[in-house]
Structure formats: structure tokens, C-alpha cells
């Protein structure tokens, strides 16, 4: 089985800031990791696939990197609407994944 | 552009089967698999399982005895049973369209549209 873990669980920050989650996977899963972002009583949002690619639509300050088993969200300068659950997916095996999730707020 | 739609019964009694239906609009089904994802209340995301195309699927290997997915092309309705079910599968269910890319000689999956789900509460 592929474990995925995240960190932190949580954390708070202020508009503007520049916020960094990580992601882990054991054991190396390439690039096949994707990041979802989720906000309360809603469905989950793609915003990256293959660790780095941007979804069409996305706000160019999100932005994925990392390969093997260690991968980074970044989000240059939140904003308000970015408050949210930020969730990471291993696409490597034939079933997939999800860390536990980051929650960000204010 | 295209829009998924769960539905199905809010409340299943313990033990019984848990039968969802995901219907999809502004698209066909065929070309594309279909996943089932779930979230417990307050907890995080739980990937079900998946069906390509064929028909043929994929299971997490937690809930694989009990999930069976299928594929109805002519009402473009997908569709999530899972039996035996307790009050541990109480959860927002959610639907979502799995996309293949491939880059580089890899071939990425990734769920791009996803329905608002709905919830199931499993309590006699």
C-alpha cells in the first residue's frame, strides 16, 4: 500500500502570506501526485495534477513541486478565498490515496 | 460544460445496501471513468473506487468485498452500491469524472469534475 502523509494538519495565516504544505508519500510514487482543494460543504477542487501542471482555471499563485516520495503546495500570496482544506492524491497505483488533509484559516 | 448529480436514499437502515446513482450531464459517460470518493463527517477524503470505460473497475481494497460500480450508458448514470453497511460508512458520497493524460511516456489520472455530493447516514 502507498501511505500518504501531510504537514502540518493545520496551520493559520494572514492574507498575503506565503504559504508552503508538504506531502509525503511512502514508497515513491514519481510525479504522480495530485492536489485538491477543498472548502466547507463543498466538493474537492483540482488544482494541480503530476505534481506540478496547473488545472486550466487555477490562479497562477498556487503552484507543485516535488518527486518521489516529498511534494510541496505553495500559494504565493493567499487570499481570502484561499482559506480552505487542501488535500494531496497519489495517482501511482491502481487506487488512490488522499493525505489527510491541511487545513489553512485565518 | 459537463455536471455530475448523486442521488439516492439520505438514510440506510444497518446492514443494508447502500445504492447511489450519479447521473451526468452536458457529456456522455463513455470515454471517461467514473470514480466514487467519500468523506466521513469531519474526516478527510476516502477514495472508493473506480470504472473505465469497459466496465471493468478498480476497489480500494478496504471496502472491495462490499462496492460494486457500473456504468448505465444509456441513462448516462453511473452507479454505487456497497452492502452490508454500518454506521462506520455514514459519509457525503461524491462522484467524480477521472481523466487520463499522458506526458512524457507517463500516463497521469486525475478527477477534474466532481458532482456536490450527498449525504448517507446509515442508523436504524
Known amino acids: 500500500d502507498i501511505q500518504m502523509t501531510q504537514s502540518p494538519s493545520s496551520l493559520s495565516a494572514s492574507v498575503g502570506d506565503r504559504v508552503t504544505i508538504t506531502c509525503r508519500a511512502s514508497?515513491?510514487?514519481?510525479?504522480?501526485l495530485n492536489w485538491y482543494q477543498q472548502k466547507p460543504g463543498n466538493a474537492p477542487k483540482l488544482l494541480i495534477f503530476a505534481a506540478s501542471i496547473l488545472q486550466s482555471g487555477v490562479p497562477s499563485r498556487f503552484s507543485g513541486s516535488g518527486s518521489g516520495t516529498d511534494f510541496t503546495l505553495t500559494i504565493s500570496s493567499l487570499q481570502p478565498e484561499d482559506f480552505a482544506t487542501y488535500y494531496c492524491?497519489?495517482?501511482?497505483?491502481?487506487?488512490?490515496?488522499f493525505g489527510p488533509g491541511t487545513k489553512v484559516d485565518i | 460544460q459537463v455536471q455530475l448529480q448523486e442521488s439516492g436514499p439520505g438514510l440506510v437502515k444497518p446492514s443494508e445496501t447502500l445504492s447511489l446513482t450519479c447521473t451526468v450531464s452536458g457529456g456522455s459517460i463513455t470515454g471517461y471513468d467514473w470514480s466514487w470518493i467519500r468523506q466521513p463527517p469531519g474526516k478527510g477524503l476516502e477514495w472508493i473506487g473506480y470504472v473505465f470505460p469497459s466496465g471493468h473497475t478498480n476497489y480500494s481494497p478496504s471496502l472491495k468485498s462490499r462496492v460494486t460500480i457500473s456504468l448505465d450508458t444509456s441513462k448516462n448514470q453511473v452507479s454505487l452500491k456497497l452492502n452490508s453497511v454500518t454506521a462506520a460508512d455514514t459519509a457525503v458520497y461524491y462522484c467524480a469524472r477521472q481523466v487520463e493524460q499522458q506526458l512524457e511516456q507517463k500516463h497521469y489520472y486525475y478527477m477534474d469534475v466532481w458532482g456536490k455530493g450527498t449525504t448517507v447516514t446509515v442508523s436504524s
Open positions: 514508497p515513491s510514487i514519481s510525479t504522480y
Open positions: 492524491q497519489q495517482s501511482y497505483s491502481t487506487w488512490g490515496t
